[in-house]
């Protein structure tokens, strides 16, 4: 199809990513490679790699690369389509993969999901929040993506307003129109729409410095990568979020900077409170500007935060 005989599949839960996936590689006669196929593809390799990314730093950043150049040699052999599985980090620089991201606002998930489960909304909405944490740890942790950053695709598709037919339809539209970049001309592409490192926009001197400490220790960072909803209108939409400042891969905790006098941080503790109710299983660690002070003092840095 074009130029691209490789489409990753990313997507939200009970976004009907997967199905999209399954009705694209049966379209065009691609290979579809799921969980199961993708498990038997690594041990068959003649290094029977793991399905999964080790923990261990060294060994995962080889782990990365041995899977990556593996995709790369099966792109140029045959057409397949990947569902999941960080296909958008692996291929990211593969000049011959379409990336997707398949999505649908919750209130659409969540009524998908407890007509699937035959559950109660409370439930539902239960099971929703842990599976979309447990993709977005997934992908967070051993890739450092961001995953629904929409400058890691090719194409959005929101299945609220269009069914499986009607999706397959629009990725294949826009697979015919798209020229697919050069290794080049892609990694400078990549390189000025957030694939690649780029310096941050940090929105508070207290923030850079905080960053500048992590990275002495060499303990890994993301600045503001993901925005929690905490409170919803009637119709679904988003009223209240919260963007903790930074995340660490290494530890799985968000950790947010108050460096306003104590009495001033009510909001931002209220809205700490509501994200460990939504998200129990998040962890977040609040530094308050005391703490902050005392880290200052320990490096020598006086400057001043108020």
């Known amino acids: 199809m074009g130029n691209f005989s490789v489409i990753t599949v990313s997507r939200e839960v009970e976004s009907l990513g997967d199905e999209v996936a399954l ?4 379209r065009l006669g691609y290979e579809f490679i799921n969980r199961e196929k993708w498990v038997a593809i690594l041990r068959d390799h003649r290094d029977s790699l793991s399905p999964d990314p080790p923990e261990e730093e060294k060994e995962r950043e080889e782990w990365v690369k041995a899977v990556g150049e593996l995709l790369q040699g099966m792109a140029e052999r045959r057409a397949f389509v990947l569902l999941g599985r960080g296909g958008q980090k692996l291929l990211a620089q593969c000049s011959f993969a379409f990336h997707l991201l398949v999505v649908a606002p919750v209130p659409v998930r969540l009524r998908r999901i407890m007509q699937r489960y035959k559950q109660d909304e409370v439930t539902a909405s239960r099971i929703l929040a ?11 942790r051993f890739f450092g993506v961001d995953w629904r950053n929409p400058l890691h695709y090719h194409l959005v598709v929101n299945t609220a307003f269009y069914d499986v037919e009607e999706s397959c339809q629009l990725v294949l539209e826009a697979m015919k129109r ?3 970049p050069s290794l080049g001309e892609q990694a400078s592409f990549f390189e000025t729409s957030g694939f690649m490192e780029r310096p941050v926009a940090f929105s508070h001197p207290s923030e850079e410095e905080f960053a500048r400490i992590l990275d002495f220790y060499g ?7 993901r925005t929690f909803p905490l409170e919803w209108d009637s119709e679904g939409n988003v009223v209240e979020a919260f963007a903790p400042d930074f995340y660490l891969p290494d530890f799985d905790l968000f950790v947010e900077l108050t460096t306003q006098r104590q009495k001033l941080v009510w909001r931002k503790n209220r809205k700490v ?9 998040v962890k977040i660690k609040v530094i308050y500007a005391r703490d902050y002070e005392h880290i200052l003092r320990k490096f020598d840095l006086e400057e001043n935060h108020e």
């Not at 009705?23 to 049966?26: D, F, S, Y």
């Not at 599976?131 to 740890?137: I, L, S, T």
């Not at 303990?219 to 990568?225: A, F, G, K, S």
């Not at 409170?273 to 299983?281: D, I, N, T």
């Open 273 to 281: 409170r509501k994200l460990r109710e939504l998200y129990p299983e």
């Open 23 to 26: 009705r694209l590689a049966k």
């Open 130 to 140: 842990e599976q979309d944490r447990q993709r977005e740890r997934f992908l967070l």
């Open 219 to 225: 303990i890994r960072w993301l600045y503001e990568p």
């Open 178 to 180: 798209t020229s697919a």
